[in-house]
């Protein structure tokens, strides 16, 4: 399939643009739904394999104004209710197609503090774009209007123009308030409860603050340098941080109450706890949790030959375990460590990988070969340790089990084994499982995500919590509904 480049997407959004504003009468709902997608224009595959920059270059100005102009402003936005933080999308919509792109990016910023990082990663066709009106009159989600896009757009405008707003903040109150992680959660916690002129420090046990959009999320699909420009925002605001700091083990979480002075405490730990198949063979050498393999990769540079020094486990053909975000993340983070090929083994079949589509076409087209249907019974070592092969079951598609999905069934004797020297993990993560076990009385599920009422609060006084560490491991955009909702209860309390 041939790859449109970037400049040849331009040249065709300059020239519809300028067609449609020639026009002397307004636009009416049948001509917006002649406007064509606009599509994201990206690195060519061939060349990407072997770098970690951006895969998506991002609109230009003419593609988001035309893609803006394509939204038929509903009365009942249907798109609102599909966005966890219920940004107003025809909104910032109608701004961005009159060409009014900082009026667009503020408007989305009312709800939503990240609008580069959610533009980029949200899972947009299950969330805003699923119920656009426009993609159900042309009868697919894939032509629904690119919200996400748009927001990506105006929001690196204003970054990249240098004309962000310092947020105002109130007078000091002389409270403290201790956060403890510093991922979407926690971000959103610190910006919120500081705004009202409360101290915060934040405690991160990395030596990077971000969370997983640091140590998770490869550069090549969200670039650390716009992670980077939000705790830039944040230390501007005076916000504390504090990094290589454990709670739970360099200090406790109740000791930060009875014993440092602070009155508030909000838990934003996530789900960095990797699940494993507990199979035969998962100790050899060259077995990953995708977590570890992405942390060295991304947070300790591994990905930088020959100036970064974290050692990375390079072989000829990797198989990663699994269909989820992390998976693909994974794999594509093995292409361009080097591997001769990377192979997907999943057990059902593509319509019931939770990764996001996009992510899904992008590892194809770089080459990632999938094997549906498939799983791993055990991994096969050599003689010193290390892997070298796995022993695979062909599954078939029964009932669907709770979660909805219809559950893989082994086919039995269909055994065969594949030669493979790295395998990766990336079966999901569970919860943190640190602080709640080393404060007493902190309620937690038989799962162990720590438990809340409706406004964030935990089973202990003064002490909230969001996120992944609630919710399970879940989306960037709902970890910052969960910080907004804990922020919001902390400033009450402090008020009285
Ligand atoms: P996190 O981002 O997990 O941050 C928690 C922080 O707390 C970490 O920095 C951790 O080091 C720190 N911490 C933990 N314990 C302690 C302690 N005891 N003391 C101090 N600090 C501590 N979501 C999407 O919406 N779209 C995507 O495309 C997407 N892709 C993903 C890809 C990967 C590889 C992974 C792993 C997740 C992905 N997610 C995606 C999920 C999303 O990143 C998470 O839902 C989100 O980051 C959760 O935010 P959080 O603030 O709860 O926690
Ligand atoms: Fe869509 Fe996410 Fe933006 Fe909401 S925050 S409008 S879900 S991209
Ligand atoms: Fe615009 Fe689609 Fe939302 Fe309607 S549903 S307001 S067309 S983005």
Redesign the pocket.
């Known amino acids: 399939m041939s790859h449109p480049t970037p400049e040849a997407l331009a040249e065709a959004a300059c020239k519809e643009l300028s067609s449609l504003k020639s026009r002397t009468v307004p636009l009416t709902p049948r001509d917006r739904l002649g406007i064509p997608v606009q599509e994201m224009p990206t690195q060519d595959p061939v060349v990407r394999r072997r770098n970690v920059q951006e895969v998506a270059c991002g609109y230009t100005p003419e593609q988001a104004q035309l893609e803006s102009m394509r939204c038929l402003q509903c009365k009942n936005a249907p798109c609102v209710q599909g966005c966890p933080v219920r940004i107003d999308i025809p909104g910032f919509l109608k701004l961005a197609a009159d060409g009014d792109f900082e009026g667009a990016c503020n408007t989305i910023k009312k709800n939503s503090l990240l609008p580069s990082v ?1 533009g980029r ?3 947009q066709e299950v969330q805003c774009q699923e119920n656009c009106t426009v993609g159900k009159a042309l009868k697919s989600v894939d032509k629904a209007v690119s919200i996400g896009r748009v927001e990506r757009f105006v929001a690196d405008l204003e970054r990249e123009t240098g004309r962000t707003k310092a947020p105002v903040i109130k007078p000091p109150t002389g409270k403290k308030v201790a956060v ?8 959103t916690v610190a910006a919120d409860v500081r705004r009202e002129g409360h101290t915060v420090v934040m ?4 030596h990077k ?10 550069e090549f ?1 969200l670039p650390k340098r716009i992670v980077q420009a939000e705790f830039d925002a944040l230390t501007a605001m005076g916000v504390e941080l504090q990094t290589n ?5 360099t200090r406790k979480l109740m000791a930060l109450l009875d014993e440092d002075g602070f009155d508030a405490v909000f838990i ?5 706890l990797p699940k494993f198949m507990n199979m035969a063979g998962e100790n050899l050498v060259g077995v990953f949790s ?2 570890e393999y ?1 942390t060295r990769a991304n947070l300790m540079k591994a990905y930088d030959f020959g100036r970064a020094d974290t050692p990375i486990y390079r072989t000829g053909k990797v198989a990663v375990l699994g269909g989820g ?2 998976a693909m ?2 794999a594509r983070t093995a292409v361009r460590l080097g591997a001769d090929e990377v192979h997907i083994i999943y057990r059902r079949t593509e319509v019931e990988m939770p990764a ?1 589509v996009e ?1 899904i076409a992008h590892a194809k087209e770089e080459g990632v070969i999938f094997h549906l249907l498939e799983n791993a019974k055990r991994l096969i070592g050599d003689e010193n340790g290390c892997v070298t092969g796995m022993e695979c079951l062909r599954y078939e598609l029964g009932q669907p089990d709770a979660s909805g999905r219809r559950r893989p069934v082994e086919i039995k004797g269909s055994e065969f084994i594949r030669e493979i020297g790295t395998v990766i993990v990336a079966i999901g ?1 569970d919860s ?1 499982p ?2 709640p076990r080393t404060t007493a009385g902190l309620g937690t599920t038989q799962w162990g995500n720590v438990i809340v009422d409706d406004k964030g609060k935990t089973s202990l006084d003064r002490v909230f919590a ?4 609630v ?1 399970g ?7 910052m509904g ?2 907004r909702r804990a922020a919001a209860s902390i400033n009450e309390l402090l008020r009285k």
């Open positions: 959610c990663v949200c899972p403890i992680g510093t991922g979407p959660a926690s971000i405690f991160e046990a990395f603050p971000g969370g997983v959009l640091v140590y998770g999320i490869p699909r700091f454990v709670i739970g083990r934003g730990t996530g789900a960095g995708a977590n992405l975000n992390v993340d994974a996001r992510e993560n943190n640190l602080i969001g996120g992944d560490i919710l491991a879940a989306t960037v955009i709902l970890a969960e910080g």
